[in-house]
């Protein structure tokens, strides 16, 4: 079983910074992609950023130039740094993990930005 915990959520004024990092823990092998997704309210559960274990990443449009994504293989972490932060960035961040063994998930971090 793996587990992933998210962590750095919050307030923040738009115009501000929060780094998410995202945890795993278990039976972690042959990991193919660590992740962030975003929920608002009412929404689909949508891409934020991605990146592989051979370090390839990819972005949303809407946070390209303002979030960036980096990870601790040492430590099996994944890191998001937000900048920039706009009110529509507002929702619950999940953690996705997808290895050879199955895809899976974190329980969301909230992440809460005033105009």
Known sequence: ???LVESGGGLVQAGGSLRLSCAASGSIFNIKAMGWYLQGPGKQRELVAIITSGGSTNYADSVKGRFT???DNAKNTVYLQMNSLKPEDTAVYYCKL???YGIF????TLVT???
């Open 1 to 3: 079983q793996v587990q």
């Open 69 to 71: 994504i980096s990870r």
């Open 98 to 100: 997808e290895s050879g």
């Open 105 to 108: 998930w974190g329980k969301g």
């Open 113 to 115: 930005v005033s105009s």
